[in-house]
C-alpha cells in the first residue's frame, strides 16, 4: 500500500513528507494505523547524525499509537480494531532476558531492529523501489507502519491517542525510572537534571512515590513553572550557581540525593549526577542519551565510598504487561499527560516539532495523521 511518511533520507536535513511503499505484515507482524505519534529528543539525537545506530533512509518516530488493521500468519494476541502503543523496547516472554525477570531489554529482536530491519531481515519501507529502513522497531513517523506481535501493547479504546502516544516513550521512560529502576522510597531527596519531557516525568514519577524534597536542574528558566505543577520543589539554574555545582547541590540536600537522574545526554552533568549522590547510598539513574564516542568518568572513590551508577531504558518496562497498566493510571486520573503536551501539529508540519524542541519551547509535540 501507499502511506504518508516522514523520510529521513541522509543526517541533519528536515524530514522530506513523501508517500512511500509500505509491504503487508508477514507471519508474526501486524499492520497498524498510526494515529498520533510524540517527537522525543532521541528522534532528534538519530536525525542529528549523532547515534551510532543511525541508520538512512529511515522512518524515524518511536513515540505512536494507534489501531490495528490487518493481522499476518500466527499472529495470536492482537486482531484488527486492536487500539494498541508500538513498543521499541519488545516484550517476547520467551527470551534469557525476559525469562531472567531481571531486565526489561527483551533481546528476541535487538538484532535485526539495530540494523533497521523487521525480524525477517527485510524492511517493509521503499520508495521507488530503493529501501528505506525501520527506525528503533516502530517508524511512527508514518500513518501506517509494520510491527512483530512482541513489540505491540494493547490498550484500553477509551484512550485517547493523541496523549496515550507519549506512554510510548517519554512518560514511561521517567516514572518507570523512578519506579522500576531506581525504587524511590517515600521521603527520599531526588535531583532532576534536565527538565524535558523526559525530566518531567521523573518529577511526576518522584512526586507519586512520595519523595520530600524534587530538585530540578536546568539551564532554561521557563521549565521552572511547569516543574513546580508537577511537584518540583527546589529549583536551580546551573549558569547562575556562583562556584560548584555539586557542592551547592550536595549543600541543598543536606548530605547528597538520595537519587539523582541525568535526563539531558550531557557526559559532564552525568558526572555531577552521580557526583552530588549522598555518600554511602545515593544512586543516579543515567536516562540521558549521549553522542557517538562520549564517555563517562568520575574518580573511582565516588563509587568506593558507596554511591551507585545505573542506567535506565524505557523506565525499566516490559511493554506488553506495564504500557496497558500506564494508559489505565493516565485513564484515572492518577497521572498527568495533558499538562506535558505543549503542541498539536498535523503531520504536514512535524519538522515545526523539531524546531520547537530545539528552541525549548516545547516539552512534548505530537503530531497528529
Ligand atoms: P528535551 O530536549 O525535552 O529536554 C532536555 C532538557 O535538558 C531541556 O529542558 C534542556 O534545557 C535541558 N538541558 C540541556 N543541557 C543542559 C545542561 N547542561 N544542564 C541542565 N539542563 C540542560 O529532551 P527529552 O525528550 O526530555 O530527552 C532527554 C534525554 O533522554 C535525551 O538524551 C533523550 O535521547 C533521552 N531519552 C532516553 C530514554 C531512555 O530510555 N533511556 C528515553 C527517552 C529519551
Ligand atoms: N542507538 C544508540 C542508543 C540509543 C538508546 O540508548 N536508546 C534507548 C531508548 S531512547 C528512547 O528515546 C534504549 O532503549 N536503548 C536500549 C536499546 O537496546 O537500544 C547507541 O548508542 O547505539
Ligand atoms: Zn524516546
Redesign the pocket.
Known amino acids: 500500500m501507499e502511506v504518508k511518511a516522514a523520510v529521513a533520507w541522509s543526517a541533519g536535513k528536515p524530514l522530506s513528507l513523501e508517500t512511500v511503499h509500505l509491504e503487508g505484515p508477514k507471519a508474526g507482524e501486524v499492520l497498524v494505523e498510526i494515529k498520533a505519534t510524540g517527537i ?1 529528543h ?1 528522534d532528534a539525537y538519530t536525525l542529528s547524525g549523532a ?3 543511525g541508520l538512512f533512509p529511515a522512518i524515524l518516530g ?1 513515540e505512536g499509537a494507534g489501531i490495528v488493521v490487518e493481522v499476518g500468519p500466527d499472529v495470536k494476541s492482537l486482531k484488527p480494531g486492536d487500539h494498541v502503543i508500538p513498543l ?2 519488545p516484550e517476547c516472554r520467551q527470551c534469557e532476558y525476559c525469562l531472567s525477570m531481571k531486565t526489561n ?1 527483551c533481546q528476541a529482536i ?1 538484532g535485526t531492529q539495530g540494523k533497521g530491519l523487521m525480524p525477517d531481515g527485510s524492511s517493509r519501507f521503499s520508495k521507488d523501489g530503493k529501501m528505506i529502513h525501520h527506525y528503533m522497531g516502530t517508524s511512527t513517523f508514518s500513518n501506517y507502519t509494520v510491527l512483530p506481535e512482541i513489540a505491540v501493547a494493547k490498550i484500553r479504546e477509551d484512550a485517547p491517542f493523541d496523549k496515550v502516544c507519549y506512554i510510548g ?1 517519554g512518560v514511561t ?1 521517567g516514572i518507570g525510572a523512578v519506579i522500576n529502576t531506581a525504587k524511590v522510597e517515600p521521603g527520599s531527596k531526588v535531583v532532576v537534571f534536565g527538565l524535558g519531557g523526559i525530566g518531567l516525568n521523573v518529577i511526576q514519577g518522584a512526586k507519586m512515590v512520595g519523595s520530600d524534597m524534587i530538585v530540578g536542574v536546568d539551564i532554561n528558566p521557563q521549565k521552572r513553572e511547569i516543574a513546580e505543577k508537577f511537584g518540583m520543589t527546589h529549583f536551580v539554574n546551573p549558569q547562575e550557581i556562583e562556584g560548584d555545582l555539586v557542592a551547592y547541590l550536595v549543600d541543598l540536600t543536606k548530605g547528597g540525593a538520595d537519587y539523582s537522574f541525568e535526563c539531558i545526554g550531557n557526559v559532564k552533568v552525568m558526572r555531577q549526577a552521580l557526583e552530588c549522590c549522598h555518600k554511602g547510598w545515593g544512586v543516579s539513574v543515567i536516562i540521558g ?1 549521549a553522542s557517538a564516542g562520549q564517555e563517562i568518568s568520575t574518580r573511582p572513590f565516588q563509587l568506593v565510598t558507596g554511591r551507585v551508577w545505573k542506567g535506565s ?2 523506565g525499566g518496562a516490559r511493554g506488553r504487561t506495564d504500557v496497558p497498566k500506564i494508559v489505565d493510571w493516565y485513564m484515572e486520573g492518577k497521572i498527568n499527560i495533558d499538562d506535558l503536551i505543549t503542541h498539536v501539529l498535523p503531520f504536514e508540519q512535524i519538522n515545526e516539532g523539531f524546531d520547537l524542541m530545539h528552541r525549548g519551547e516545547s516539552i512534548r509535540s505530537v503530531v497528529m495523521f
Open positions: 522525543c532521541t547515534d551510532p545506530e518511536h521499541y523496547t531489554l535487538r516513550c521512560t542519551v531504558a524505557f
